[in-house]
């Protein structure tokens, strides 16, 4: 499985960024993916979940309302578009996948945090400026 992500920068506050993450290499019936991210010093934080089976998405409260995954099936693309950033937004973030049967709010919000997710790509880092 490889997860290949893109698209990181740096921005000012209020402004917007588009993530890319190419996904090839797996066959899963059932899995989950989505966003993370790890600003310096803090612990990592899923951002953003989204089961292949559309169950439902889960989104961090710091994001909600300004960040937005969507799919490019033509591309092999999972994307995450990021409006209004803040300087807390600031951080590497990681695209990942997980096969499982749960969706993506049960399995983000309630087992990453102990469990991870199977594979991860490196990362891509954004800025946002004061």
């Known amino acids: 499985v490889q997860l290949v992500e893109s698209g990181g920068g740096l921005v000012q506050a209020g402004g917007s960024l588009k993530l890319s993450c190419e996904v090839s290499?797996?066959?899963?019936?059932?899995?989950?993916i989505g966003w993370f991210r790890q600003a310096p010093g803090k612990e990592r934080e899923g951002v953003v979940c989204?089961?292949?089976?559309?169950?439902?998405?889960y989104y961090g409260d710091s994001v909600k309302g300004r960040f937005t995954i969507s799919s490019n099936r033509a591309k092999n693309t999972v994307d995450l578009q990021m409006n209004n950033l803040r300087p807390e937004d600031t951080a590497v973030y990681y695209c990942?996948?997980?096969?499982?049967?749960?969706?993506?709010?049960?399995?983000?919000?309630?087992?990453?945090?102990?469990?991870?997710?199977?594979?991860w790509g490196k990362g891509t880092l954004v800025t946002v400026s004061s």
């Open positions: 990942a996948l997980k096969e499982t049967r749960y969706s993506g709010t049960y399995y983000c919000s309630l087992i990453a945090p102990r469990s991870g997710m199977d594979h």
């Open positions: 290499g797996f066959s899963y019936d059932n899995y989950v």
């Open positions: 989204v089961d292949n089976r559309r169950v439902d998405t």
